[in-house]
């Protein structure tokens, strides 16, 4: 997550990679290089979802939170640091089941954490999220890994949080690999869509909230394979 910075006005050779932000002037070439955490959050926002009731997602551990915030989290701050979803040692031949599992992984350090510790983590990234969202651009890696556990000594990490952690094994955000990070989740997601198809009432909800939830992780990988930084 580059601090990005905006600039006048963008030629037509340069791309345009952000997302719509009140106040905000159009980014381009070498300061367009990825989307910032707020800009995934935006193209959440953006996903028309019919129902009022799935403004906020309730995962399994019963946290309440938007699928913006999901897209926006995903990878970059939950997730297996050590385990990626997609091992590029294995090959383009992987076994799907062995990806799934390594996604659902991922997905629980989020989803299936305890409630009230889920919570609290989830508080200060979410508010810089909005932060971000209010003044358009990057907050930084240093205050993104120290809310996620890390310490710096001025401008060097001398303990990784767990952004910096998931950062040294990161290959679900870049193309090739992002686009099969994505679809391991999105498989997920419609098999559990197609469970909640066979309930009604709360259970069907609540196999659906978390349908949406998959989902909204797996989209992170799917966004990251349009950032132009993303794609090797």
Not at 65 to 88: N, Y
Not at 114 to 126: A, R, Y
Not at 152 to 174: C, E, S, T, V
Request: aromatic residues 6%.
């Amino acid at each position: 997550m580059k601090r990005v910075k905006c600039v006048e006005s963008a030629g037509k050779d340069e791309l345009n990679m952000c997302t719509t932000v009140d106040d905000a002037r159009p980014m381009a070439g070498e300061d367009c290089v990825d989307f910032c955490s707020f800009e995934h959050k935006r193209i959440g926002e953006n996903i028309g979802l019919r129902q009022a009731e799935l403004k906020h997602l309730q995962l399994p551990n019963g946290v309440e939170i938007a699928l913006g915030q999901i897209i926006a989290l995903a990878g970059d701050f939950h997730g297996i640091p050590k385990q990626p979803i997609i091992d590029p040692s294995k090959g383009t031949n992987q076994d799907d089941s062995d990806r799934q599992e390594r996604f659902l992984a991922a997905y629980n350090s989020l989803a299936r954490a305890p409630k009230d510790k889920s919570q609290k983590e989830l508080n200060e990234p979410i508010t810089a999220l909005d932060k971000e969202c209010q003044k358009g651009t990057s907050i930084g890696n240093k205050e993104w890994d120290e809310i996620t556990g890390g310490k710096w000594l001025g401008g060097l990490p001398i303990q990784h949080g767990r952004m910096l952690k998931l950062a040294q094994n990161n290959y679900d955000h870049f193309l090739p690999y992002a686009e099969d990070a994505y679809l391991a989740g999105h498989l997920l997601a419609l098999n559990k869509a197609r469970d909640a198809s066979e309930y009604a009432g709360n259970e069907s909800k609540r196999l659906f909230h978390e349908a949406l939830s998959l989902d909204g992780f797996a989209c992170h990988f799917l966004t990251d394979s349009f950032s132009t930084g993303h794609i090797m």
